[in-house]
Each structure stands twice: as C-alpha cells, then as structure tokens.
C-alpha cells in the first residue's frame, strides 16, 4: 500500500486549463493482443475464429490495413508506450528476458506520462514486458495508477504479488480488472487511459502450451486441427473480452466519448512456431521475422471523433505512431509542437488522417535493424527491402491455415449478436450488411499466383537485400532486385541514414540472482535487493548473493 499512496502523491493532478466549454477529452482505451496474426480476426477474410466483438469494430470504425509493428513483443511494446523505435530505445533485438536486469531505459518518458499531464488517468491491466528488475521500471513508476499483470509464471496486483490469482485464467483476470477500472472511473474528474494488455494469444509453458478452458475448445470443433482449436478458443476469449469491456463502458456512459484501439503486438507464431498455431496467411513468415506475416499487424481504431468511419485504410502506419497521435487526440498539440518531443520521436501523427481521411504523413517504417542477428527492413512508399534472416531461413515461408475463406462460412449474425454489435446498434454506427461485407472483401489480401519478373528471396544472416513491390506483392513472393536496381539503391541509403542514429541493443546475460527459487518462486524486482537483503520479505537470501 506504501507505494501505491506514494504514487497518488506524485501524479499529476487533472490541468485545470481546460475551458468550460471544451469538449471533454476523449477516453482512450488500447487493448494490445499478444501474437495474434493477420489472418486470425474475421475482418481479415478468415471465417474460422469467431472474432465478432472485434469485427463489430472494425466494421463501424477504422480497418488499418497496413499497420506495421515491430516483428516481437518486447520491441513493439517499447515502441507503443515511447513513440521510438526499437534501435533507438536498445530493444531492437530479441525480448527481455525475466533474468536480465535491464528495462526500457527510465530517461523515456513513457505514453501514460504524456496523457497524465493532459489530464488523464492510466491503468494498465495486462502485460509489461519492458523491465521488472527494479521497481522503478515497473509501471506503478512510469505513469500508470494500477496493474495487473503477468510475469513469467507470476501475477501482479498493483507491485504486490498476486498469490490469490494462481490458477485463474489470464485472459479472465484481466477483463475483470480492465471492467472494474471503467466501473470506477469517474469521469467528472478527466478522462481514462486505459491499456488492456492481454497475455492470449501467446503460448504458456511447454507443460500445457495452449492454456484454455475446455468448454471453449468444444465450442470450436468445426477446427479439425486440435492445437489450432486451442490456439481459437484463447483468441474467441480474448473477442469476448473486448465485448464486455465495449459493454462496460456503454454501461458507464464513456463510450461515446472514447477511442478504441485494437492490436496485435507482432504477426502470428503459425504451424508451431513457439509451440503456436497462428495464421498470418496468405502473408509470408511469422513472428520474429521482418517479412510481412512477422510486422504486418490486425489494428483497427474506432470513435466517433473519427469522422470518416466505416473504411479500410491503406495507407501505411507504425505502431510507434500510437504516442503522437493520441496525443493530439488528447488534445496535447502544444506538446507535440514542442520541437524536442516531435524531433526525438519516430512516431508520427495521423490522428488528422484517421480523423478526416487526409493524406498520411508516414511513408517510411523501419522494421527493424538486428545487427545481432544480421537482419534488416525497411519500408518506403510501396517498396520494401529485407535483408538476411532470422532462423536461417528456417521460418521464411507461407503457412496456414487459410482455406476457410468462403464468404458464406462467415457468420454475420454473430456480429451483429455480439455485445460491440449491440453496442453499435444502439449508436447508430453499424453499417449494413453490404457495407461489412464490401470492407470485409477490401481488407482481404490476395496474393497473385505468379509474376512473369522477379526472382524468389532466399535469406541468409547478412546476405544481400531482396526487394519487394509490397503494394502490389503482398505476400513477398517476387524479389525485384535485379529489375530495380536503382530503387534498392535508394532504400539501402535510406537504411544506412537510419541506422546511423541507432543505438546499441542493451540486453544483458541472465543475472541467477534473479531466480525465483530467491523469491518464494515469484519472478520480481530482484535488482532492488542487491546488497540490501534485509529488505526481501521472503527469509534470508543473502548467503545466495
Ligand atoms: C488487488 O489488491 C487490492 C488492494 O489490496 C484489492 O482490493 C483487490 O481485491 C485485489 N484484486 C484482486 C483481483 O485480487
Ligand atoms: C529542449 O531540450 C534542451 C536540452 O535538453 C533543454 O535545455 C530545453 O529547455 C528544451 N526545450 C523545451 C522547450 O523543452
Ligand atoms: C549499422 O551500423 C553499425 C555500426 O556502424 C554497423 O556495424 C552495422 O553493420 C550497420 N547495420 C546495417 C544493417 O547497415
Ligand atoms: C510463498 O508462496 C505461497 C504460495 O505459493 C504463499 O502462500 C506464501 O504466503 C508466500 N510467502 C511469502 C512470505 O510471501
């Protein structure tokens, strides 16, 4: 509790600026799906996970159809909550792992402390993954009023271990969490940041990779493949998980006044990749790699501050474009104008662009520089290079499943059923039948089945770059290297002008003093106990260190 005090303390109090006759700030609400891929929501053309919460969504908001994010969990998360990119924060490669003792680098200030000083009040309910091994890297210290979270085998409430929540399931835990944060939110006083960060998709430990209540698994048993049943059922609970948090804040009259985003932090672990049967068909690749089944990522946005809903947008953006364009949303462009915040970030603003279907200022995303790994991509306008290979090419194909595409397998009256449907029923922001289905096909990729140029892209660590024309092959299978010497050229300048300005990757050999056997076999802020073990609440440790 001591902490918890300490931090009502520090936080920032609403900022009285605001004027009387202001419209009230928009409450945002960010739920970040865990390795989920592009063709595991229905909005996408797969009619085999039943997603209609989200669907709802899509359909009445925002489709970003080509969204980018980072190609793994740490980089993105770090990307999402600072508006930079990974090689500019150290967490370019790989992800944190629960021994290392480092984190995203406290000198960042983080999206919650942004939104804080306009006024708002954060939670995050869900998973961190950017640093534990101090408590001042953990997110009561960086912005955030209240916690929830998943560490390794561990559960957090607020920084106290969570030994009650032992055996609940994840995707449970933090819906009831997210729904009492809206229940208790009082709107009078500011508006409500809230950041759901689910732990489903992800696989568990190899004892029970698939973690699901049974009961939810039967529901699905149109799926053949039973691992891929599994992997369904988490996502169809992390669906449901949206709709009732889409009900919450209908019922706390805050819907109307919010911004939702969904995400996906990363592609899809496909065909066992990670112990995982995602689907990112038909894009090529998978998790933690740069191809597009590894960054292009299922998003969507939906208000009704947009302007201009009920469409698929094509125009490209990146997940570090989050920070800025919320910020404005909030309300914040003065901060924004502050020349060091827009020059220090990578992110862009394209809140006019959801807002207004203007143009998009984002025409180039990098995907990542692995210097580690000998691996790099980069994005400009429709052209695309990647060089090298993560897994020696082990991880570099196209995978399934994708065969149930057929329109007429899709069920549309499970959308309009479902609590966001209702939801957008009752504001009148549903579109027809027709319309879902015409944004439906839209958001749908395709690949070509063949190309009379290009050549296949075989990746080995460092080798030569591939170029793809993304726009109009997708699914990467047409290296136009050869045809287009002089558009590599140009991007392979582009990659080195980036690369000059990165920093380097700052991961560290696990440190065994951060063993849970130490800690009553919790995973926790094992760096704050150096030297100082009196203060371990769990019996005498210090003849360990
Ligand atoms: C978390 O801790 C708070 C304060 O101690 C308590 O009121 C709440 O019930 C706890 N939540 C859960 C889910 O255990
Ligand atoms: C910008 O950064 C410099 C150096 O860090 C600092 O001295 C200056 O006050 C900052 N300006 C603003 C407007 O924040
Ligand atoms: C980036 O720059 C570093 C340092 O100069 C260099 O070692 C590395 O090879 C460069 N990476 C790429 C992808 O150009
Ligand atoms: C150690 O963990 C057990 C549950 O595994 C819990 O009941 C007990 O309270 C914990 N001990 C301390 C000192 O936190």
Request: glycine share 8%; charged share 15%.
């Amino acid at each position: 509790m001591l902490f918890l005090v300490l931090l009502w303390l520090v936080l920032p109090m609403p900022i009285p600026s605001e004027a009387a006759n202001d419209p009230p700030k928009p409450h945002i609400i960010f739920i970040l799906a865990d390795d989920l891929g592009f063709n595991d929501v229905g909005f996408h053309g797969s009619a085999q996970i039943p997603t209609p919460n989200i669907d709802a969504l899509a359909y009445s908001g925002i489709i970003l159809n080509r969204y980018y994010v980072a190609p793994i969990c740490t980089p993105s998360r770090s990307a999402l909550m600072t508006g930079k990119y990974p090689i500019h924060t150290g967490m370019q490669h790989t992800v944190l792992y629960a021994a290392e003792p480092r984190g995203l680098p406290l000198k960042e200030k983080i999206l919650p402390q942004y939104l804080n000083d306009l006024g708002y009040t954060s939670h995050i309910s869900g998973k961190w993954h950017l640093g534990h091994w101090k408590l001042e890297y953990t997110p009561l210290f960086r912005g955030f009023s209240s916690h929830k979270n998943l560490w390794g085998l561990d559960m957090r409430n607020g920084t106290d271990v969570a030994y009650n929540l032992h055996g609940q399931y994840t995707t449970d835990v933090i819906t009831k969490h997210s729904v009492s944060v809206i229940a208790n939110h009082d709107a009078a006083k500011g508006p409500l940041f809230l950041y759901v960060a689910h732990a489903a998709g992800h696989s568990g430990n190899p004892y029970n990779p698939l973690p699901v209540p049974d009961d939810d698994v039967m529901k699905l048993d149109h799926i053949l493949h039973y691992k891929r049943r599994r992997y369904a059922a988490m996502v169809a609970k992390m669906d449901e998980s949206v709709g009732v948090i889409v009900d919450q804040l209908r019922k706390s009259n805050m819907l109307e006044n919010s911004i939702i985003i969904f995400s996906s932090d990363n592609g899809g672990p496909a065909q066992g990749f990670n112990l995982n049967f995602a689907s990112n068909y038909p894009l090529r690749g998978v998790k933690n790699t740069l191809w597009e089944g590894g960054v292009r990522a299922a998003g969507l946005v939906w208000s009704p501050l947009l302007e201009k809903r009920q469409r698929v947008v094509d125009e490209t953006m990146h997940i570090s474009d989050w920070l800025p364009t919320l910020i404005e949303a909030a309300g914040g462009i003065p901060a924004l104008a502050n020349a060091n915040l827009s020059q220090s970030l990578d992110g862009m603003s394209i809140w006019q662009t959801l807002v207004h279907a203007y143009p998009s200022p984002r025409k180039t995303v990098l995907h990542n520089i692995d210097d580690i790994w000998g691996s790099a991509a980069l994005t400009v306008g429709d052209w695309k290079m990647i060089q090298g290979t993560n897994y020696n090419g082990r991880w570099d194909g196209w995978y399934g499943p994708g065969g149930e595409r057929d329109p007429h397998l899709y069920d549309w009256n499970l959308v309009l059923k479902s609590s966001s449907g209702k939801a957008m029923t009752g504001l009148k922001m549903l579109p027809s039948r027709a319309d879902q289905q015409r944004l439906r096909e839209t958001a749908t990729v395709t690949c070509q089945g063949q190309s009379t140029q290009g050549t296949s892209c075989v990746a080995t660590a460092f080798s030569a770059p591939c170029l793809f024309h993304v726009r109009d092959d997708p699914c990467e299978q047409f290296n136009l290297a050869e045809q287009y010497p002089k558009v590599l050229d140009l991007l392979v300048a582009e990659l080195q002008h980036i690369n000059s300005t990165a920093v380097p990757p700052s991961n560290q050999p696990d440190d065994p003093r951060a063993s849970p056997m130490y800690f009553n076999y919790t995973w926790t802020n094992f760096g704050d106990y150096y030297g100082n073990i009196k203060g371990a609440v769990l019996g005498d440790i210090s003849s360990k260190f």
